[in-house]
């Protein structure tokens, strides 16, 4: 069973940064390919980064290219999504998800596990 757990959230002024992180208790699983989705409430949860178990092939949604950086450590069992320059639209409940299988990182419903989820408001 893979453990997500996410950590970083919080409330930050329109223009400022978060480092989210995604913290699993299963060493071997850090090996999954790893994504990021947020979902408003009342809106269907949408994809916002993923990454592959490589580290090498990262992919974003159109509205945070440029803004957002995933990443991985599999030294610290983490993956990490750094959010710069935010704005009031990326307040969302933030969640971790792990292993999509053979399927694109960008389908929600392809990740096997998810974390909890985590608070980012960000205000104006």
């Known amino acids: 069973q893979v453990h997500l757990v996410e950590s970083g959230g919080g409330l930050v002024q329109a223009g400022g940064s978060l480092r989210l992180s995604c913290t699993t208790s299963?060493?071997?699983?850090?090996?999954?390919?790893m994504g990021w989705f947020r979902q408003v409430p009342g809106k269907e949860r949408e994809f916002v980064a993923a990454?592959?178990?490589?580290?090498?092939?990262?992919s974003y949604a159109d509205s945070v290219k440029g803004r957002f950086t995933i990443s991985r450590d599999s030294a610290d069992n983490t993956v990490y999504l750094q959010m710069n320059s935010l704005k009031p639209e990326d307040t969302a409940i933030y969640y971790c998800?792990?292993?999509?299988?053979?399927?694109?990182?960008?389908?929600?419903?392809?990740?096997?596990?998810w974390g909890q989820g985590i608070q980012v408001t960000v205000a104006l």
């Open positions: 299963e060493r071997t699983y850090v090996s999954l390919d």
């Open positions: 998800a792990a292993d999509p299988g053979a399927y694109s990182g960008t389908f929600d419903w392809a990740y096997g596990y």
């Open positions: 990454i592959k178990s490589s580290g090498g092939s990262t």
